[in-house]
């Protein structure tokens, strides 16, 4: 099966409220991409990410992940393809200790205790967070938790990752760090987010939402080089494009 | 505010206590629960009079926590801080149990001071074994002990989400209380009134969190059991020391040793 690309049509969706959240989706993102997803507060990313792992169920349209169609009975195989990071690290690390957690996955795979160790420590290698496995969750800082969250859904072996606010509450430090190790993924990436400059420095490719619509789905340079599309969708240059707020020169 | 504050932290204090290597911690989690339990059930067996039989069981809570490296001023304190309940539970005995059972100089002692004393000397023993049981063993560790020796997986898996979440939900409730107090003025803010508010919103969020974890489990393939890796050893020290101990909590429990040692005291004497 081959789960290497994610393709939506025509979404549509309203919460049971009434608030209509995706108006005609439709969009294709091939293996290996890097796609950033940005859009005001409410313009529907957080309910375009839920239907990608088949969290919510669309009104109308079609989601498909490779060639399946994402039903419930193929979920399981989705999720498993789809690794899910999400906005707030408490929500992910549930287990008692950083290494039961990262093997939480793994073990819900059936695999053998020798394949799960090596998994886990491969996964909290890779991101650089093997010395904090015997630690519990709720005493980590802010950036050992997002970077122990990502491991914990490598370790599933995920052909694609979607990331939801990833650099949200991170110091800078913390931040570049996380761009740098996001960097170095070959997944394909689907990050949503309100952190532009990230957008622009991991992703050759943005989709703009704005009211449940994509507003624009073109290179990232391109997006964020037309000013009147950003101000349209309640957006700005990232701050590595505007001038520069001491000497005024512009970037 | 800072007493809850200084509460939640000295909760943060005893979990991070069962992180610590001592041959106590080392036990296997299944020895220390099921001591604790013979003692437990020893000490409250006793007849509602019963004080000087007690007393013996006090090496229990004092060999563990020497050997476990907890503090003993950290567990009297713990110990005062619940003790408003077990007074006030006992309160009335002195005054409706007034049969005068001995004389301490011309102060006649009644039933209801000793049946209170020994109230009290119970909740102090019960109180310091559980203590030192958390401060001595993982909750985790305990949760694959109860799972092992046959609690349902439901339980299990219940308490580890509810020890796991506490710190969150904690730190929710401190924020909460700050983002109050500082719009309150030291008044009384609103009143109750606002606090009833705030336990709603609390349960609300605790509700959106509750679906949020529920999504990221699912979406690592929880299938309504959760796995873990953690593997057992009972070995022959674990049933040396649990076979060890309950014998000796039951020879503290038939017989009257204070009174016994006494007899010995005065039988060499004389």
Known sequence: MSHHSIEARDLAFSYPDGTLALDGITFEITHGESVAIVGANGAGKSTLMMHLNGFLTPGSGSVRVGDVPVTKSTLPDIRRAIGTVFQDPDDQLFMPSVYEDVAFGPMNLGLPPDEVDARVVDALTQVDALHLKDRPPYRLSGGEKRAVAIATVLAMCPNALILDEPSSNLDPRARRRLIGLLSTFTHTKIIATHDLDLALALCERTIVMSSGRIAADERTSDIFANSELLDACGLERPLSMQGCPVCGTSA | ?270
């Open chain 2, 1 to 270: 505010m800072a007493s809850l504050e200084q509460e939640i932290y000295e909760f943060g204090q005893l979990d991070q206590m069962s992180y610590q290597d001592t041959p106590v911690h080392r036990l296997d989690p299944r020895a220390k629960v099921l001591t604790t339990l013979v003692f437990l059930v020893c000490v409250v067996s006793f007849d509602k009079y019963a004080v000087l039989p007690l007393l013996p069981f006090l090496v229990f809570p004092v060999a563990m926590a020497s050997l476990g490296n907890i503090p003993g001023g950290f567990l009297l304190r713990k110990l005062l801080i619940v003790s408003p309940f077990a007074i006030v539970v006992g309160i009335f005995n002195p005054l409706l149990d007034q049969q005068t059972v001995f004389y301490l100089g011309s102060w006649g002692v009644s039933a209801g001071w000793i049946s209170y004393l020994s109230i009290l000397l119970r909740f102090t023993l019960t109180t310091l074994a559980a203590l030192i049981l958390i401060g001595t063993t993982s909750l985790t560790a305990i949760c694959a002990g109860i799972e092992r020796m046959g609690a349902p997986d439901v339980f299990a898996t219940q308490l580890l989400f509810l020890y796991r979440y506490i710190f969150v939900l904690a730190d929710e409730v401190l924020r909460m209380s700050r983002a109050r107090a500082l719009r309150s003025f030291g008044r009384k803010g609103m009143g109750i009134g606002v606090y009833s508010n705030m336990l709603g919103h609390l349960l609300l969020r605790t509700y959106a969190r509750a679906q949020r974890i529920y999504l990221a489990m699912t979406c690592r393939g929880f299938d309504g059991h959760v796995r873990t890796m953690r593997t057992l050893h009972f070995a022959p020290r674990d049933a040396l020391f649990t076979l060890g101990w309950s014998a000796v909590f039951v020879v503290f429990r038939l017989f009257n040793v204070p009174i016994l040692i006494g007899q010995f005291i005065t039988g060499l004497v004389s």
